[in-house]
C-alpha cells in the first residue's frame, strides 16, 4: 500500500512537472495534473477496496514458494547428481582395481604357464636324449654281439683250416674214434 502511495505521488509530481515546463503559471482547478492525480488516487482506492493488492501480494507468495520449490528441487537434484557421480567414481574406481586384478592374475598365469612349458620341454628334452642313448646303447650291444658271431665264425674258420693243415688222415681218425668213445661215455 505504501509502495502503490508512492508511486501515485511520484507519478503526480512529474506530472505537474512536465505540466509546468511547458504551459504557464494557471489556476490549480486547470492544471490537467491534479485531474489525474485525483484519479489515479481514485483507482488505487477502488483497488485497495476491491483487494488487488493482496491478490498480487498472494500471486507474488505464489511466485516466491514456486520459486523456492524449484530451487529445493535443484537443490535436491545436484545432491542426487552428486551421490551418482560419486557412486560412478566408486564404482570405476573398483572396476579399475578389478582390471589391474585381472591383469595381475593373467601375468601370474602367463608366468606359470611359461614356467610349465619349460618343464615340460625340459622334460621332452631329457626323455629324448635317454631314448637316444639307451638306442645307442643298444646299437653299441648288437654291433658287438655282431663282431663278436663274426669273431667266432672267424675263429672257427681258422681253427679249421689249421686243424686241416695240421691233421692227416690218421690224426682225424684217432681224433674221431676218441670222440665216439668219449659219447659212448656221456650216454651211460
Do not use: C, W
Not at 530451487?71 to 560419486?86: F, S
Not at 586384478?101 to 606359470?112: N, T, V, Y
Not at 631314448?131 to 665264425?153: C, F, Y
Amino acid at each position: 500500500m505504501i509502495f502503490l502511495s508512492t508511486l501515485a505521488l511520484a507519478a503526480a509530481q512529474e506530472a505537474h512537472d512536465a505540466a509546468s515546463d511547458h504551459a504557464p503559471a494557471v489556476g490549480i482547478f486547470e492544471d490537467t495534473a491534479i485531474y489525474v492525480l485525483v484519479a489515479f488516487i481514485i483507482v488505487i482506492g477502488v483497488f485497495a477496496r476491491a483487494g488487488v493488492h493482496k491478490m498480487i501480494l498472494g500471486g507474488l507468495d505464489k511466485r516466491a514458494a514456486k520459486i523456492a520449490d524449484e530451487i529445493n528441487d535443484a537443490r535436491r537434484m545436484r545432491e542426487e547428481a552428486q551421490e551418482l557421480l560419486a557412486s560412478y567414481q566408486r564404482r570405476q574406481r573398483e572396476a579399475e582395481e578389478e582390471a589391474a586384478g585381472i591383469i595381475e592374475q593373467a601375468k601370474k598365469d602367463a608366468q606359470r604357464m611359461a614356467a610349465e612349458a619349460r618343464a615340460k620341454i625340459e622334460e621332452q628334452t631329457e626323455r629324448r636324449i635317454k631314448a637316444a642313448e639307451e638306442k645307442i646303447e643298444r646299437a653299441e650291444a648288437q654291433a658287438i654281439s655282431e663282431v663278436r658271431g663274426q669273431t667266432a665264425d672267424l675263429a672257427i674258420e681258422a681253427a679249421r683250416h689249421i686243424i686241416r693243415e695240421r691233421m692227416d688222415a690218421g690224426a682225424q681218425g684217432a681224433y674221431v674214434d676218441k670222440a665216439i668213445a668219449g659219447l659212448k661215455d656221456k650216454l651211460n
